[in-house]
């Protein structure tokens, strides 16, 4: 059974780089043909797609967020990585990793989530 699982600091400074982990278990995160998307959900919005890393390691990026995302992975521990830096308070959001059957499939499986506040 397929689980992922988020984690990371909850309270980042200003200017500084937020960076997440998010771990899966009950497979392989280079299985083809499964892509791994950071989304996240500000207090009042809707979710917002930050972007995503292939089963093959390729990434791609919310234009209006590329230029302060970077997304990773460590095939040997099944963990994809998100760094979001510069950041200010309009970061603060719940984090999501979530899997999808290809890169505009529905995402089938979501982490819990994680709580990130941007404060000094």
């Known amino acids: 059974q397929v689980q992922l699982q988020e984690s990371g600091p909850g309270l980042v400074k200003p200017s500084q780089t937020l960076s997440l982990t998010c771990t899966m278990s009950?497979?392989?995160?280079?299985?083809?043909?499964?892509?791994y998307s950071w989304i996240r959900q500000s207090p009042g919005k809707g979710l917002e797609w930050i972007g995503y890393?292939?089963?093959?390691?390729?990434?791609a990026y919310s234009p209006s967020l590329k230029v302060r995302t970077t997304i990773s992975r460590d095939t040997s521990r099944d963990q994809i990585t998100l760094h979001l830096s510069s950041v200010t308070p309009e970061d603060t959001a719940v984090y999501y990793c979530?899997?999808?059957?290809?890169?505009?499939?529905?995402?089938?499986?979501w982490g819990q989530g994680t709580q990130v506040t941007v404060s000094s």
């Open positions: 979530a899997r999808s059957d290809g890169g505009a499939g529905a995402m089938a499986y």
């Open positions: 009950g497979g392989s995160i280079a299985t083809r043909y499964f892509y």
């Open positions: 890393i292939s089963y093959s390691g390729i990434p």
